[in-house]
């Protein structure tokens, strides 16, 4: 099973529109919050990352909405890495809003690709270690 975490927030006033529907824009900023969490409890913070040379530059973002998230709502972010290649890896989200009895609402789905590149921003072969962190069972 590929680890995975969950991130619970709260929608906020100045991330929606004036119908307080959450706008589209903060989709992709509620991934890079799932992904942080993921990357720590992988073991690998994107500041230990990038203290070693490298970055996880973003080459793609699919959202897939489902249904409007609003003011106030509480949302369960579900992160999970996809695939992982010696340069590339892709990262897979679900968000969804908790409803009565334990249901969840699918919000949206989506996914971000990531090229790692050295300090330079030519693309660059991770290290053996640093891809078993991001490859952990």
């Known amino acids: 099973m ?13 991330e929606t529109d004036a119908m307080a529907v959450a706008h589209h824009a903060n989709y992709p900023v509620w991934f890079e919050m799932g ?21 996880l530059m973003l080459t793609g973002l699919n959202v897939q909405y489902r249904r409007a998230a609003r003011y106030d709502d509480q949302l369960i972010l579900t992160t999970r ?10 990262c897979v989200y679900e968000l969804h809003r908790p409803l009565e009895h334990g249901e969840l609402e699918l919000i949206a789905t989506g996914e971000t690709a990531h ?13 053996d270690d ?4 991001l490859a952990k069972d």
């Open 130 to 133: 640093l891809l078993a962190l």
């Open 81 to 90: 890495m996809g695939e992982i290649r010696s340069r590339t890896m892709k």
């Open 115 to 127: 090229i790692a590149t050295d300090k330079q921003y030519r693309p660059a072969r991770l290290p």
């Open 35 to 55: 992904r942080t969490d993921l990357m720590h409890a992988l073991g690998l913070p994107y500041r230990e990352l990038e203290e070693r040379g490298y970055y």
């Open 2 to 14: 590929l680890p995975e975490v969950k991130t619970e927030f709260r929608v906020r006033y100045a």
